[in-house]
T-cell receptor
């Protein structure tokens, strides 16, 4: 079983819709969770971090964490074509100095 | 977010030569730096993890004598691709992480070996 799993997609939503991206992780001791966005040909950009169960909102983005289910998600409200990118879920095992594991990424396309 | 500067952003070199890529954290001290490689339409592949002042830890299958990593200070790490060959052509990306666990990526270096 991989450390971090994501649906590779592609996920396609119309402009203005909510895009829902999901991620599961295998290590129950994981404490830190991140979402990165990667545009084609560019390096990943950190968009959200979450450490506690529940929701964390930042603008149009909401990260949701459920440690009991070992599940973390990212919701993008009012999706825009500029949100079209690959979204990477990342998890740190143990302390903040632990190894960072990435999922394979979910490709999102927002069509006008 | 914090700034990580990677240089050069692209490089073309002849087969058999060596190429050095620099990664600097500009506004924070990076306890750990990571080097990744990414082929087109594929996921990030971790090559090695380095901590300041100590030897890098390489992932299985990554040749440490070919990919030399130096982490001389809390703000600078370098990756040298020695005796480069066309199959080494790829997108190389560094990431710097501070003590709070947040990791930020450099802009990436597109290496083409001809």
């Amino acid at each position: 079983q991989k450390e971090v799993e994501q649906n590779s997609g592609p996920l396609s939503v119309p402009e203005g819709a909510i895009a829902s991206l999901n991620c599961t992780y295998s290590d129950r001791g994981s404490q830190s969770f991140f979402w990165y966005r990667q545009y084609s040909g560019k390096s990943p950009e950190l968009i959200m971090s979450i450490y506690s169960n529940g929701d964390k909102e930042d603008g149009r983005f909401t990260a949701q964490l459920n440690k009991a289910s070992q599940y973390v998600s990212l919701l993008i409200r009012d999706s825009q074509p500029s949100d079209s990118a690959t979204y990477l879920c990342a998890v740190i095992r143990g302390s903040t100095l632990g190894r960072l594991y990435f999922g394979r990424g979910t490709q999102l396309t927002v069509w006008p | 977010g914090a700034v990580v500067s990677q240089h050069p952003s692209w490089v073309i070199c002849k087969s058999g030569t060596s190429v050095k890529i620099e990664c600097r954290s500009l506004d924070f001290q990076a306890t750990t730096m990571f080097w990744y490689r990414q082929f087109p339409k594929q996921s990030l592949m971790l090559m090695a993890t380095s901590n300041e002042g100590s030897k890098a830890t390489y992932e299985q299958g990554v040749e440490k004598d070919k990919f030399l990593i130096n982490h001389a200070s809390l703000t600078l790490s370098t990756l040298t691709v020695t005796s480069a060959h066309p199959e080494d052509s790829s997108f190389y990306i560094c990431s710097a992480r501070a003590t709070d666990g947040l990791a930020f990526f450099g802009q990436g270096t597109r290496l083409t070996v001809v």
